[in-house]
C-alpha cells in the first residue's frame, strides 16, 4: 500500500496555490522573449498556475485578457503595459473584483494610483540619461545624433527619450538631427535607419544613433554595413537592454555601448506577490537597477548570458 500511495502521488499533480494571470504585451524584441521565459519559469518552480496572454502589441487586446482574468477570478494580475494610458477603467473593474495588479518593466498613467499595487521596473529617465553621459564623454559633447525610438506612447520610449534629452541639451554642440520609432523590433530598427541615412547624406552628418533598445540597434548596424559605413567607428552606437546578441555585435566590433535592462523580473514579481497576499505593504515602485556595458567586457558577457 505504500508503495502503491507513492506512486500514486507522483504521478498526481499537486494543487497549484495560486492562479496568476500574466498580460504580455508580444514578443517584439529578444529582451521581452527572455522577461516572458523568467515570468513563467518562475511560476512553475513555485507550482503557480499562471494564465499567459500574448496580445500582439496591442492595448485592446491587454484589455480583453484582463477582463478574461477577472471573470477567471485570478489570484492576482500582471500587466506588462504596452502602452502608458488608457488602463483607468479596466484597472477599476479589477479592484471592484478585489484583485491585485502588479505591473511590470513599464509604467501607465492613472488617474488613481491605487488601481495597482506596484510597479516592479528600471528607472527608463536614468537609463537615457546614462546613454546621454556616455555619448557626450565619448564625443567631447559634440555629435548629431540619430535616436531610434521605441513604440510610441510606452513609458519605455517617453522616458529613455526625456532622460537622453536632460543630459544632451546641456551641451550645446549636441544635437538630435532625426528621431523616429522603431517600435522597438530589429526590421523597424533597420528600416527607419536606412530612411536616416538617405536623408543624411549616406550617413555622412550622422556621429552617433541611440536607439532605445538592442534589437533595433542590430538593425541600424545593417542598415549602416549595406550604406558602406562601419558600425561604431564610422557612426558609433549606444543601445539599451543587454542581450546576448549585441554582446556578440560588441564582440565584433560593431557597437560601442549598451545599458542593461534586467530581464529576470520573474522571482522579484512573484515574491512581491506573495508578500502584498501575505498582507505586507509594498513600495509602490521595485526598482531594479542596470550597468553600462562596453566592448572589453563583452565577451565574458556573452558567454554568461547565452548560458542562462
Ligand atoms: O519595456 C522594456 C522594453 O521593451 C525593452 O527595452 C525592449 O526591448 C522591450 O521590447
Redesign the pocket.
Known amino acids: 500500500i505504500g508503495m502503491l500511495a507513492a506512486a500514486a502521488m507522483a504521478v498526481t499533480p499537486i494543487a497549484s496555490a495560486l492562479t496568476v494571470g500574466f498580460s504580455q ?1 508580444g514578443s ?5 522573449t527572455a522577461e516572458t521565459q523568467s515570468i513563467k519559469s518562475a511560476a512553475q518552480e513555485r507550482n503557480i498556475d499562471l494564465k499567459f496572454s500574448d496580445a500582439q502589441q496591442k492595448q485592446e487586446n491587454q484589455i480583453k485578457a484582463l477582463r478574461s482574468f477577472i471573470a477567471q477570478g485570478v489570484d492576482a494580475i500582471i500587466l ?1 503595459p504596452v502602452v502608458e494610458t488608457g488602463w483607468d477603467q479596466v484597472l477599476r473593474e479589477a479592484k471592484r473584483s478585489k484583485i491585485p495588479v502588479f505591473l511590470v ?2 509604467g501607465v498613467k492613472v488617474r488613481d494610483n491605487s488601481l495597482y499595487v506596484t510597479k516592479i521596473a528600471s528607472d ?1 529617465v536614468e537609463e537615457g540619461r546614462l546613454a546621454g553621459a556616455w555619448l557626450a564623454a565619448k564625443t567631447s559633447g559634440d555629435c548629431k545624433i540619430a535616436e531610434l525610438q ?2 510610441v506612447g ?3 520610449a517617453i522616458d529613455r527619450k526625456k532622460g537622453f534629452a536632460d543630459v544632451i541639451d546641456l551641451f550645446p554642440r549636441m544635437s538630435i538631427i532625426r528621431s523616429q520609432s522603431g517600435d ?1 523590433t530589429r526590421s523597424g530598427g533597420k528600416k527607419v535607419m536606412e530612411s536616416f541615412l538617405k536623408a543624411e547624406h549616406g550617413g555622412k552628418t550622422i556621429c552617433a544613433v541611440y536607439s ?4 533595433m540597434a542590430l538593425g541600424a548596424i545593417q542598415a549602416i554595413q549595406e550604406a558602406g559605413l562601419q558600425p561604431s567607428k564610422d557612426i558609433l552606437i549606444i543601445s ?2 543587454g ?1 546576448p546578441d549585441i554582446f556578440k555585435a560588441m564582440m565584433e566590433g560593431q557597437t560601442n555601448a549598451s545599458i542593461e ?1 534586467k530581464s529576470d523580473l520573474g522571482n522579484p514579481t512573484f515574491d512581491a506577490i506573495k508578500a502584498y497576499l501575505a498582507g505586507d505593504k509594498l513600495p509602490k515602485w521595485i526598482k531594479t537597477q542596470g550597468n553600462l556595458y562596453l566592448p572589453d567586457t563583452a565577451k565574458e558577457e556573452y558567454q554568461r548570458r547565452s548560458s542562462m
Open positions: 504585451i517584439e524584441s529578444g529582451w521581452r506588462a518593466d513599464r527608463f521605441g513604440t510606452s513609458s519605455a522597438f532605445h533598445n538592442d534589437d539599451i537592454d542581450v535592462l
